[in-house]
Each structure stands twice: as structure tokens, then as C-alpha cells.
């Protein structure tokens, strides 16, 4: 950071620019684009899950009134994947799940599209299927890819095998021998979580054209750049063949995060020479929803009386469903989390991604730090209770500061969890866990520690300087709601122009005009984006000091920018403005603009811990502490939150107001993953939940306001020392209503969701734990 | 022969099939696409707009059962200028996130505020209870609502 | 649109549109989901809007008239039969404000496979006869005789109206739901109680709905509580005791055991619910 700005001047509390037209009804998402030229586009999709397809037939669809185009796998014969290629556009010969695409159909309507996917001919042998990780990893299982070994890899290093799609491992010291010593008890748990959908408002949906030779995809994504190279692939044409635009986008919370319907309306686009639409029906989001995973997890410590926990041993299950997709790279998340929170002095983390006949999976918010750390937190209260020390206390003891080591090695900076605790019990001191509320419904209280990350990596930014003085940020980001792209990136630029964010203009996300970049996600925009549009910053403003130093005849390094203007330091009101330097670097450089780049520095890890990773170290960790009190109802098994705060570690605050918007939207869907959503497959490999109907999302009269505060301070190589507010809010949620409710019922809760007919089976000891055998027996025979 | 009705303040007429759902016509055919396509269940809300005053989930009511009916859309609230109290809570909150649910929201509590400008916190989130947000967590959507009936003056402002 | 939208101007034209290419179109909040269940959308709509018979509440000494077009927000408004607060709190519960502008009564009570209907076990507790018209003219009979034909039942025949004789005692609806609202409840209960002059139970009906795939009258747990004192009475254990009375379903939303287990709870509000609302009228 140089002198020349003040970065006091990029904390306010900015309103978002897109507001009025999305209050108005005006703004144009995906699913709002098209109009009387548009063609429309439907799929037919597999209602079996597990099956070779004998015949495929089109004929008489495509004769059907209003079908202009229909495609199929031999339209689109490249694989794609992340680690692995093993996803096709379309099922190819067979079905891995049910919902799975086996065909497009453009047609002048919607109506007609749809009917004339009921008139394709489709005939299937069914094949065995396997619908649980457990049957998926049983011996003699059939393997939902046969021909696993023949996929091309796109990332080295994961260990693979049959129904294994991926695996990521951990070995740091000598866990054998921390579990042989004869003075550490031994605490050992295991942990079943569901699926949870996102259920953005706006469904994935793309308009696609064939313009100049080139394919033009408007799409709802989270990741342009993504789209443009994965379309590209499949389609087998040069990226540079594909431009993606990305409107407001309604929503996205990961699910938006890869390449999904955009190929399909761009095959169809190069067929018919027509702009198509094609937008999931709210039935097909539910049904082919690429989830946070269910999982499962088995946990092992070995502690001593004091509380020092010398050695863990985990193994963790995730369900890819039929492809591997993100699950494949999340595999490396667990050593963070599981890995995290805790001094370990060994820990070894065997994390498979496991085929199963499934729809497949996704990212999604925080993706499996969610449940890992449910998973570890529970764990934890267990270890509190076997050695018999108070859970705050042994929290504030064992939590990981500055010079501690992560799990993969890595070395933490600055001592973040254990005043961020402090911070929590001084505003609320705890009292009693566990009690009998006058009404008869039990009450407990918990308070939980949560580690995560920033996801970096690539960035571009460029910065145009006006004429006006109002600068234009092009970059590739995309506004999915959480209103980064709309506050603090042009606080983040105004700051460092010295001009107010109402004079940035921010470019919607074009790959035509801007650098690549990772996606919208994991709440690397402001980190990312933001230093990437700060370095471009610097570069604008170089230039501009350079040519007012001429002007004003002083060196640059004895100039500031602020409120429009260039000024001597200490000198307010002296110098020029900037549109005067702007204009007469016309007509001595030209105009002025800037480019900046950012990628992930790059913390080391120790080396030869970490197997299969795709990162071995956590660029920028982000911490959390919640706390939350609840009563059960024991007849009903209702839980009401009676209250719920947290202390969340956001680097540095750039707007309050919306980071309070973030976590109290992150926390509510926290909620709903802990009590209220659940997701059922059923024996033909179909989802239960469909619609709104029986997915059961927080209503308003289901929340409470969040009570929170910001812990400022912690280290973050972030632009201006922030860290991204918008992915963490969700991450200790379900953990933090687990162990509430736990130590509510006095029962061991160890399943997610906890919804009433859930924990009523709780009470009644009839779900203790399922059958998790499986994992466990991995465990044993897997030290590789 | 079509369907006729009044559609933000203007004649119009629908001359497709019958039991299309208006919100359907609405955005196809009239491309006014302020209301949302979400659930299409009646569940959500996002789809909301008045039938003669009354607000109703465009996603079930085929235009054939609108004959001579007001029908007002979010478009039909203000204009581009303007923004009803409602809108401008939402603005001064900053509880605007994704936006989809917004329509929706604005329809419903425009129309609540009218026969109840001095709800309790409860009451608003009763009736809320076909609106959903999937971004907000809501809390911040009372606030706003709150703050119409506390102004300086004790004012109500709708 | 005559074709696939009619408005028929009375009840008997409606009869005379009906048949297996026509479905009756009241509030549409079923009709209009049928796409969404997998079922035959192609259905011409005989719309009963036109018919105004049909959206009337007329109150008098004799008895109630609801016509089977009055929405759920309609009777949620009725303020003038202290009776008949089930229905009341069962209109004005259900759904979603903008739900129940637009959900009817008559839908309620014939959507054949909607086994969580707020209203049905209201008016069963109330007990409510249905006027239906066919062919062969109209006729009446007790909302229990007509749920146990539902299934069969013509479908050129229109329920038209529901009366509720008038009583002298009282009502309450309670609902069993996983979140606060806004959702099908997974199990339902209402009470109607008439109190004799020692401060016994006189009279009791209680329905539940939602626990089986049709609502129903609870006549073992209104025997047993028949002629109790109220102050002493354990309703929560003595339903608790007759729950073998049902055959719970199993669903998404909820297992079968689960019904059974909240349903002594939601006896118990509805019944604390009426006596609280005795107490004061006396
Ligand atoms: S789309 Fe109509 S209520 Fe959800
Ligand atoms: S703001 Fe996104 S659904 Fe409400």
C-alpha cells in the first residue's frame, strides 16, 4: 500500500447500485432475456438411474410442430471434469442417474419443446445400481465407471480405484504412535449428513446464439471463465470461439459455480442459427440440484487428561453422485477443517470422493467446512465430556494460534480464535449448558470454533480513468446477490483513486473484455478481484501522479489523491483536480488505464503431507465463533433458537451493513441445513423433495435476528486487509445447533438434519448413530 | 376471442390458451418479467401480483378467470421515478441481495401496510408466510418494515 | 376459449359441461398444480365463478350456508358464530395470505387426494353437511358420508354448498407443522365441545386430518370424553391411549409414527383452546 490514499476512506456503508431496479421489477436475469425470436429449449432426461441405453430414437420428435433442432451425445463428444474428465454433456450409450440429460430440443415454444421430448423413443436395459456410499464401497460392488482407469487426468495426485473417484490424504507425524501411548484416552465418533440444495431463486438458465462465427452464451453463472472453457471443451471448439455474458444473476450460493446448461443451448444455437433459451424447471433445479454432499465421517483422538490432543485419525466419505465434479477438489478441504480449529500433534485424514448412481453433487457455501465441522465440533464436545473438561475451556486452550501448525503443516499467523472466544463470553458469559425450561422443553447451549478459508487464485482487473474522473472497472466478476461487485469493489477502487464509489462503474462480467478469473465464489471476490482491481489501481494512479507531478511541479511521491483531486500532502485543498490531470494527460501519455493481476501467493505446507491435493495449504484462513441457545420441545421435537450471536473474522470491515445482510441470510440457511431442509433419495435413485412443497426452506417466522460482531485485525493479504464476509457466516452453524441440541436431549447427535420427526427419533433412542461400518472399516485397512 | 382485462392501468387482451397461468402470459407474452417464475406452487410468493387490489399468486390463477379484472403488476407500482415506501425502506435497509424474491415482497407488504400500518414484528413475519427469501434470512426485511411506523413524527408512511 | 375455459351461468349448465374431458375449476390452487403431480393437464375448465349462489355465507338461526366458492379468507373474516371458530382459525392458518384469497372451501373438500385439508376436519368437528348436485338433482348428506364416498363419487356431480346447524358450544382447530408455518400440516385436529350445566362434557366431536389419506371423526376419543368433568379431565393421556384407532400414513414430510406422536398434543391445545373460549363466553 502507498501513501498516496487513505484506506480509512473505503469503509462506509455504501448502498448497493442495483437495488431500485430489483425493487422495481426491472432488472433482466438469464430467465428474464429472450422475447418472440428466441427459440426454446427443452431436455429430455433419464428416468432410471442406472441403465444402458438400447435405443434412442429422435425421428419423430424432430418432425413434431415447432422443433427446429434436437441434440444428442454425438453432438457433444468431449468429457470434462475438475481432477478428472468423466462427465459427458449427455449420457452416452449409459445413465448413471436418474435426471441425467440424454437429449435437447429447440422448438418456437416452450410447449412444444417439451412434447417433443415426451416423443423421443427411449429404451434402456437397467444395470445394478449403487444408491448409498455403503453399497457404492461393498465388495463386489458394480462400478458406476468401468472404465475408470481410461479417463484423461486433469490433475495429478489423487489416489483412485473403482468407486473411488478421488482420494486426499493427510500424514503429518506419527499418529500410530500418539494413539499407542498409554496416557491419552481415546474418543472416537461417527457422523451422517444429507443433502442440502441451494435453491437459488433464479434456476440455472442460458441464452445462447451463434454470432460471427463465435458462440455468444448469456448465462447465470457464477464463473464466466469456467463456462467459456468447459463449453469449449465438450464442444471441441478454441475457447477463444466462446464469449459469455452474465446479467444479474438470481442467486447462486455455489450451484453456479461450473458449466451446466450452457452447452446444450449453445449445440443448439450452432444448429439452428438461432438465439435459444434453456432454463431448468424449478422441478428439474430440485431434482438435478448439484448439492452440498451427504457424507460420512468417522473421527478418532487421542487426548491426554490435559487436554493436548496428540493424535487424530479421520476418514471422511463424500458423495460425488455419478461425476466427480467439485467433490473431487473439496476432498482437499477436509484436512482444513477437520485439520483445523485444533492443535494436533498428528493427524492423519484419509477423505474419498465416492461414486454413486446419484444425481451429482456440487459446491455450495462453504461446501464441506459446513459439515466437517459440525462433524468436529461434536466430536470435540465428546472429547470435553470423555476427559471431563469444560468445552469452553478446552476450546480456549486448544485452538490454534500464531506459529501453530495446520494440519498439512502449514504454519497459522496471529492469534485469531482465542481472543475471538473471548470476545464471546465477555458480551456473554456461560452459564448453564443444559436445563429443564419451566414450559418442560429442555434447553441447551453451545459455543463452537470454525476454520475456513478464502479461495484465491487468478484475478484480472483493468482501470479506466474518465475524462469525468469517474473510472471504469472492467473485471470478470458477477453480482449474485451478496452485493460484492455493487460495494466493496468500488470502495475498494474509489479508495484508492481518491474519487467516491458512486463514480466507479462497475462492467458487468464479459470474457470478452475482461481477464480470466476463478468465478464468484468462496468468497474470494473482494480478496481476489480486489487486489487484482487495487494493483490495476496502482497502475492508473502511477500514471496519473507521474503526469500531475509535471503539472504541478513536484515529485509524485509528495502527492495524494482525494475527494477528486490531486493535493501536495498535508496540504488540503492545493494541487488540481483529477479530471484537470486527466485531461491534459491527453495530450501528453493519451488516456489513462491500468491493468492489475492477482494469484494465490502460495503458503507453504510441510512437505510430503498432504497427498491429492489440489491446494496444500490455506492461503487465507478465516475464522468463526458461534454460540447459540435453544429449547426442544420433547414431545413435538421442535427446536426453537432462542438466541443465536457469533464473532466473525473478517479482516478488515469495508461495509458493515452488508456484511451484517451476509450474515444474517448465511446464518438462516445454515439454520435450514441444520433443522429444516432434507433431502431422501428413493430406491429409483430420485430425489423425495421436488418443489417447495416438501423442501423445506426457513420461512420468515423461522429466524431470529443474528446477533454479531466483527473481529477486525487479523492477518489478511486481502485488499486493504479484508477477507471475504460472504462465503463463512454459514460454516458453524449446523455444529453449533448440534451440540446445543445435544446437550439439550442428553443425546449423542450425530445426523444431520435435525428436523422434528428426526430428533423425536432421537429421543426415543432410535437413531443412535447409523450404520456406519463402512467407514470405520476403511479406516483400518487404508494407511497408505 | 380473448380474455380482457385491465393490465397495469392499460386495456389488454390475452387471446392463448385460456388456462395458461397469467404469470406465464405476464412474461411470455406481455414480457413484463417482474414477476418471478419460482416455485410455481403458490409457495413462494415470488410471483405475486393484484387481482382487483387483492394480491395473488400469479403461478395458479389461469387467465381465463381474469376476465374484466385490474390486474397490477410490480411494473404498475410507481414508475421508473418513483418508489412507494415500501421500495424505499428496502433502498435505505440496503436488504436488497439476489432481488429475485423482491417483486413479491414489495407486492405483499404494500398491499399488508395498507390494512395494517402498525404491525408487530410478529404480524409482519405472519404475513410473510408466502414469501420467501432464500438470501436475506428476513430480519432485515422487518427492520425495514418496522421502520415505516417509526418515523420521527410517529407518522405512518404508506 | 369457450372451448377449453367455460363460465357456466348456473349449477345445473355446470353439471351438463362436466364429464372425463372437463374438470371443475374453483380456486385453482389444485387444478393449476396438476402438471406438477404428473396428471392429465389437458382438461377443459368449468369455471363456477359466474354461479353467485356459490359465493355466499348466509347466517341464521338455523344453521350456517357456506357456498362452495368462499375462499379461506373469506371464512378466516366471520366474526358472528362463536361456534364455529375451528373453521375460523382452520381458514385463517392455512397456506399463505395470498393462498387463501384464492383456496376455496369447495376445493378443500373435494381434492380427492389432499390428505392434509385444513378445513375438512373443521367442518367435521362442526359437523357440516355438503348439498351436491348431479344429474339426478341435488342432494344432502353428512361431509363424514360424503369423505367415505369421496373416492367413488360421480365426477359430473358439484358440491355446491356446506351447512352447519347452529350449537351452543364451542370450537378450536390445531395444526401439527415442522416449521412455524406456511406449510400442509402432518397432522391436524379439531374440537367442538358443548358443556352441560354441571360442567361436564355434554356433546364432543373431534376430527383429524392428515394423519390418514382422509380426514376422520375420532368417535372413540369422543366417547371416552363424553360426560367428563372438564376440570378433571387428562385429554392428552386419554388420546394418547386411543391412538391405535389409525392407520398413520408414511410421507415425506413425516413417518406414520410421527403423526401419532404429536397428535395427544394437538388434541390437548384444541381442547385447551375450547374451554378457554367456554370459559369466557359463560
Ligand atoms: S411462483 Fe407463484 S408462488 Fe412461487
Ligand atoms: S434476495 Fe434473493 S431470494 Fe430474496
Known sequence: MTESMDKTTA???????????????????????????VLHAALLRSDVASARITRLDTSAALKMPGVQAIATAADAPGLHGLGIADHPVFADKVVRYHGEPLAVIAAETLAQARAAAKAIIIEYAELPKVLTMAEALSQDAPLVHPDWEDYEILFEGGNRSGNIAWQATVDRGDTDAAFARDDVTIVEGSYQVGRQNHVSFEPRAVVASFEDGRYHIHTSTQAPWTVKSVTAKVLGVPEAAVHVTVPAVGGGFGLKFDCSLEPYATILARKTGRSVSLVNSRKEEMMTCLCRENADIHIRSAVTKNGEIVGRDATVLMDCGAYGGEQVFLTTMTAHTLGGNYKLGSVRIRTKAVYTNTPPNGAFRACNGVYNTFALERHTDEICAAIGMDPFE???????????????????????????????????PIGKRSDTLPDGRLYGRATTVGTWFIFVGPSAATVILNADASATLVTAGVEIGSGTMMQSLPQIVAANLGIHPDAVIVKTADTDAAGRDLGVGGGRTTVSIGAASEAACADVRDKLLEVASGLLQTKPDNLVLTAGRVEMKGRPGSGTTIRQVVQHAETTIGPISGSGAF??????????CAAGHFIDAIDVPVFAVHDCEVAVDPVTGHVEILSYRLVQDVGRALNHRAIHGQIQGGVVQGIGYALTEEITINKNGAFDQTGFESYHLPLAGDV???EFELYEGAPSIGPLGTKGAGEVPILNVAATLGCAIANATDKKVNTLPLTPPRITALLEGRQNGSNLGHVARLRGGDKR | MGVDFTLNGKPRSFAGDPRTSLLHALRDDFRLTGAKDVCGEGFCGACIIYVDGEPKTSCLLPVGALQGTEITTIEGIGNVDTLNPVQQAFIDFDVVQCGMCFPGMVMTLTHYLKDNPRPSRAEVKAALTGNICRCTGYERIIDAVMSLHNSASGEVRT | MEQRFKYPPSVEDAVSALGDSAVLFAGGTWVMRAPLRDEDCEKTFISLAKIPELHLVSVNDAGVKIGALVTHHA???????????ALVQAAGRSANPAIRRMA???????????????????????????????????ASLTLEDYLQTRSTRPSTEILTSIHIPRHSG???????????????????????????QNGAINAARIAVGSVESTPKRWHALEAAV????????????????????????????????????ILPRLVAQAFADAMGQLERSA
Open chain 1, 11 to 37: 469503509v462506509m456503508n455504501l448502498p448497493r447500485r442495483d437495488a431500485r431496479d430489483k425493487l422495481q421489477g426491472r432488472t433482466k436475469y438469464t430467465v428474464d432475456a429472450g422475447g418472440s425470436d
Open chain 1, 394 to 428: 478446552f476450546r480456549r486452550r486448544t485452538v490454534v494460534g500464531d506459529q501453530d501448525l495446520g494440519a498439512t503443516g502449514q504454519v497459522f499467523e496471529g492469534n485469531v480464535l482465542g481472543p475471538m472466544l473471548d470476545q464471546m463470553v465477555a458480551k456473554h
Open chain 1, 599 to 608: 494469484t494465490a501467493p502460495g503458503v507453504p505446507a510441510m512437505p510430503g
Open chain 1, 704 to 706: 431470529l435476528p443474528i
Open chain 3, 75 to 85: 371464512l378466516a373474516a366471520i366474526s358472528d358464530v362463536p361456534e364455529m371458530t
Open chain 3, 104 to 138: 376455496t372451501v369447495g376445493g378443500n373438500i373435494c381434492a380427492k387426494d389432499f390428505a392434509a385439508a385444513d378445513l375438512v376436519p373443521a367442518l367435521l368437528a362442526l359437523g357440516a353437511e355438503v348439498e351436491v348436485q348431479s344429474f339426478e338433482g341435488a
Open chain 3, 170 to 196: 364451542r370450537s378450536a382447530h390445531a395444526r401439527g407443522l415442522l416449521r412455524q408455518a406456511g406449510e400442509y400440516p402432518v397432522a391436524n385436529v379439531s374440537v367442538y365441545l358443548e358443556p352441560d
Open chain 3, 226 to 261: 363424553s360426560g367428563q368433568p372438564f376440570g378433571r379431565l387428562s385429554i392428552s393421556d386419554l388420546a394418547q391411549s386411543l391412538t391405535q384407532e389409525f392407520t398413520p400414513r408414511d410421507g415425506v414430510d413425516a413417518p406414520a409414527t410421527y403423526r401419532l406422536r
